[in-house]
C-alpha cells in the first residue's frame, strides 16, 4: 500500500478538526443573549399589553337592533361575532342558493336585517349589517 504524504502529520491534522469543531460549537453556544431593547422581548411586551387591553373596533361589542336581536337572541355583540352568527344561520337553515352558494336567498328574519331584499350576494352582508348597530 503506498501512502500518500500531505505536508503535515495526522496529529496537526486531528489538532485542525478539533479546532473546528469547537469553533463551530462556538457559533451555536455563544449566541448573543437579548437585552432589554431586543426586538423578540419587544414584540413580548407588546402582545402582553395587547392581551390586556379592552376590545375596541369590530371586536367591541355595540348594541344593536331589535331585528338583529330577535335572529341573534342578544342586546349586544360584536361585529364580527354578529356576522359569523349569521352566517351560522344561513347555513343552518340551508338559505345558500344551490346553483350558487356566494348569494343568500332571504328568509323573513333575514328580509328584516338584509332591507327587504329576497336576495343578496355574500359581500353585501357586512354592509347591509352596519345599520343595526346602534
Not at 37 to 43: P, V
Not at 84 to 105: G, R, T
Request: overall charge positive; hydrophobic content about 35%.
Amino acid at each position: 500500500m503506498a501512502t500518500i504524504s500531505l505536508g503535515f502529520s495526522s496529529s496537526v491534522f486531528k489538532n485542525h478538526q478539533l479546532q473546528q469543531q469547537q469553533q463551530q460549537q462556538a457559533v451555536f453556544t455563544k449566541a448573543p443573549t437579548p437585552g432589554p431593547g431586543h426586538a423578540n422581548l419587544r414584540r413580548t411586551r407588546i402582545s402582553c399589553a395587547a392581551a390586556k387591553r379592552e376590545p375596541r373596533g369590530i371586536t367591541k361589542p355595540r348594541p344593536i337592533s331589535i331585528e338583529m336581536q330577535e335572529l341573534l337572541g342578544v342586546a349586544e355583540i360584536p361585529r364580527t361575532q354578529a356576522l359569523k352568527q349569521i352566517w351560522a344561520y344561513i347555513k343552518q337553515h340551508n338559505l345558500q342558493d344551490p346553483e350558487n352558494k356566494k348569494i343568500i336567498v332571504c328568509d323573513e328574519k333575514l328580509k328584516k336585517i338584509f332591507a327587504g331584499k329576497d336576495r343578496v350576494g355574500f359581500l353585501e352582508v357586512s354592509g347591509l349589517i352596519n345599520p343595526h348597530f346602534l
